[in-house]
């Protein structure tokens, strides 16, 4: 007797279910972690934007009264406070602020586009390259601290100024702009 088999089976179906889903699972995994890079990029592209903002308001108020409180001989991070927020606002007020009273302005204003952009744990902070005599601007986010140490949470390593290793998959979350 010849046995011959009409369509398919259900092997066939199982197996072919299978491998369906082993597929669409890597498919799957593909675009979570296509998204975590896409905010990675939003994230930095954010920082390098408020890096070149601090940057530019430097250039502008570059006296030495000002330098004093944009850089502060023990560096710490920028904060946005009420007071600070309406000093130097609108026209008039530019004509009668002193360089530090817009300095003062500029961080508090920087700091609020810094939580506002990337987060609650933003920090914004200018303060000597490591290694050179330039000024450095550091903005970080999430675990990251804009502090410099050899290890995470630092943003970079002493004396080499090199961004701090982290442990895969994490990245340090933060950019350093030279001004």
Known sequence: MKYQQNGIGLTEVLIAMMLLGVGVIGFAGLQVRAI????????????????RDVSERLLLNNSAAALAIYKPATPVAWTS???NSALCN?????NTCTPAQMAAYDMSNIAAIAT????????????????RT?????????ATTA???????????PTTGLYTVVAAPLSTDCVISET
């Open 36 to 51: 975590g890079a896409t905010n990675d990029a939003s994230f930095r592209m954010q920082a390098m934007s408020i890096a």
């Open 81 to 83: 406070t009420t007071a």
């Open 90 to 94: 609108g026209p008039a007020a530019a």
């Open 116 to 131: 506002a952009t990337l987060g609650p744990t933003a920090q914004v902070v200018v303060r000597t390259c490591e290694g």
């Open 134 to 142: 330039n000024n450095c601007i550091y903005v970080s986010w999430n």
């Open 147 to 157: 502090t410099v140490g050899a290890a995470a949470p630092n943003c970079v390593q």
